[in-house]
């Protein structure tokens, strides 16, 4: 054992006799524990020998012996020890009994709370041997004696949790045990519900933010015999002076902590509800799906909460109990307790219905199945309505229908549009007329033709077809306003537009394709257009693509999309190709259209 070799071993006195069967430097655990609580029990006899020397038979023993008791007895080795009377048993019975007549002496101005009975018989002998034994050896032997007294079971039992300190008692000044907190999360069901102490909040004229947590606030203070008691209360649960509260279907428990160290015991209960009145409410719930999605957002309906059950608690509903001694009705602690469950319906309104009798879980099974036999009932009950539509018999029926009146005849050109005076500071008479002009043109050829090609251009495309369709050549005034507002309007500059009026005019929207998109095309009349460049005793022009370049420059063919050739021309020594002529399938003739520059060129 840990004890034989602990500081109990050094409280053997130097005049004790160990037994004989006991070998040379050899302690046993037995006689230390004896010796321990023989020399702290140890008193001065009558006849002058102290309580180690003297046995409880009132024989001596001779401190000077080898063990040998006084008056010349003598003991065999086959003896035992207890055969001369000094038993080791009737040692610690006779230290144990001192130890009680002290404890019962001292029971009066000892406290009792928070000790164990191995501690008070340790404090006792320790008093009473105090005139021999220092208070250093005393602690050492209280703290091996109360770890000796201590069950297996003990050392094995986990600290409880969410147990709080104990707090000194005032009066006495011993600590006050504090009874275990009221959260139990792993107890939790359906049926029962913990929720852990509420933080302290500011004071505020509503306590409740919900019209449901007022109505439980009101039934409080409707119910009140003493306004006093309510505000205390109300500052009690506003420091948050109320643990974990527990709900159980009729009841909510919780400590709350007041003036004295030691918490009560509150609870409030609550009447719950019969199967008469759960089938009431169920069928007002379902009777209506705003009902149930507003349980479902954590809201109470009115119309649900009066729909004939009771469900909020009215005045004189609540039952507070507490065990303090106050008997008012409710005193602070349970009216502290009844506005913290005020502000937990705040936040789930169906801790109101589990007070009620009903868990979460159970009532939203109730309400699904309620709602889908009420839902079957009445697909049953309601005739099938017709579909929408037409049947096919008579959509397949055959019939007439009215002929058509003859369409208009078209106008024969389009008309003119009106004039437009041009004013100080109003827009371009010139451009009015110009859109004007190309918005009948369009309309004519839509009525006519049923198409509207210029419908289809980009908004470059459209703003080059407008231009090309100036008459004139050359850039004039109103020709470079015109200009200038179609390149700006379609990002572009006006030599930009220009020059792309001129593929315009040389090809409509293919030659502005051809001017723009250089592209590669396929083997077939691209190379046979340099064969019958060179039989018209023209030099080889060089190859890019779908160009086709002089070699000393100025000239160039470009082969479209569409099958025909383009012919440009550009300044001698410079990259600046402008369209001309009109284009051809021929290369040759391509060229033919530009006059006389062929034949210089060859």
């Not at 001192?98 to 340790?122: D, H, I, K, N, Y």
């Not at 469900?311 to 307790?337: E, I, N, S, V, Y």
Request: charge should be negative; hydrophobic fraction near 40%; proline fraction near 11%.
């Amino acid at each position: 054992m840990a004890l034989a070799n602990s500081g109990v071993a050094d409280a053997v006195p130097s005049g004790e006799v160990l037994d004989a069967s006991q070998g040379a430097g050899e302690t046993r655990p037995g006689d230390a524990v004896r010796a321990a609580l023989r020399r702290p029990a140890g008193s001065v006899s009558a006849d002058g020998h102290s309580a180690e020397s003297v046995p409880p038979t009132g024989r001596p023993v001779d401190p000077a012996a080898d063990g040998t008791p006084a008056s010349g007895e003598r003991r065999s080795a086959n003896q035992p020890a207890e055969s001369d009377g000094v038993r080791p048993g009737d040692l610690a019975r006779e230290a144990l009994r001192a130890a009680r007549a002290e404890a019962r002496r001292g029971e009066a101005s000892v406290p009792r709370v928070g000790r164990t009975p191995a501690e008070r018989a340790v404090d006792a002998v320790a008093r009473a041997g105090a005139g021999d034994v220092s208070r250093e050896r005393a602690r050492a032997v209280r703290q091996v004696l109360a770890g000796a007294f201590r069950m297996p079971s003990d050392a094995s039992e986990p600290e409880p949790e969410h147990r709080p300190e104990p707090e000194p008692d005032v009066e006495s000044g011993v600590a006050a045990p504090v009874p275990r907190s009221m959260a139990a999360p792993a107890r939790d069901g359906d049926h029962r519900r913990t929720f852990a102490a509420l933080a302290p909040r500011p004071a505020a004229s509503r306590f409740a933010g919900t019209w449901w947590g007022n109505a439980w606030v009101a039934a409080l203070e409707e119910g009140a015999l003493d306004a006093k008691r309510l505000a205390r209360g109300r500052s009690y649960a506003e420091q948050g002076s109320v643990d974990a509260i527990t709900v159980t279907p009729g009841l909510v428990l919780a400590y709350v902590r007041g003036s004295r160290p030691r918490p009560y015991r509150v609870q409030v209960r609550l009447r719950t509800f019969g199967a008469e009145d759960w089938e009431r409410f169920l069928d007002a719930a379902v009777e209506r799906p705003a009902h149930i999605a507003a349980l479902l957002d954590k809201e109470m309906p009115e119309s649900l909460a009066e729909c004939g059950v009771p469900l909020l608690p009215g005045p004189g509903d609540l039952d507070p109990h507490c065990t303090c001694p106050d008997r008012g009705h409710p005193c602070k602690h349970a009216a502290a307790l009844c506005y913290q469950t005020a502000r937990l319906l705040d936040a789930d309104p169906f801790v109101l219905l589990l007070l009620r009798g009903r868990g979460e879980r159970e009532l939203l099974d109730a309400l699904s199945r309620r709602n889908a036999t009420r839902a079957a009932r009445a697909a049953q009950e309601q005739d099938p309505a017709p579909l929408p539509g037409v049947r096919a018999t008579e959509a397949l029926a055959a019939r007439r229908l009215p002929p058509l009146p003859p369409p208009l005849p078209a106008p024969a050109h389009p008309e003119q549009p009106p004039a437009y005076p041009s004013a100080p500071g109003g827009p371009d008479a010139f451009q009015l007329d110009q859109l004007a002009t190309d918005a009948a043109a369009r309309a004519h050829a839509l009525l006519a033709t049923g198409h509207d090609e210029i419908g289809e251009l980009t908004l470059w495309q459209d703003a080059v077809r407008l231009a090309a369709a100036r008459p004139g050549s050359g850039l004039t005034a109103a020709t470079r306003s015109l200009y200038a507002s179609l390149a700006s309007a379609a990002g572009r500059t006006p030599a930009d537009l220009a020059r792309a009026v001129a593929a315009w005019r040389q090809g409509g929207p293919d030659g502005l394709t051809v001017l723009e998109e250089p592209w590669d095309p396929p083997a077939g009349r691209f190379d046979r257009a340099r064969p019958l460049l060179l039989a018209a005793d023209l030099p080889a022009f060089r190859p890019w693509r779908n160009h086709l370049t002089h070699p000393r420059g100025g000239l160039q063919l470009r082969f479209g999309r569409d099958g025909l050739w383009y012919a440009y021309e550009s300044e001698p020594d410079r990259d600046d190709w402008w369209p001309r002529g009109t284009p051809d399938p021929d290369p040759v003739g391509a060229l033919t259209g530009l006059g006389g520059s062929d034949s210089e060129e060859a």
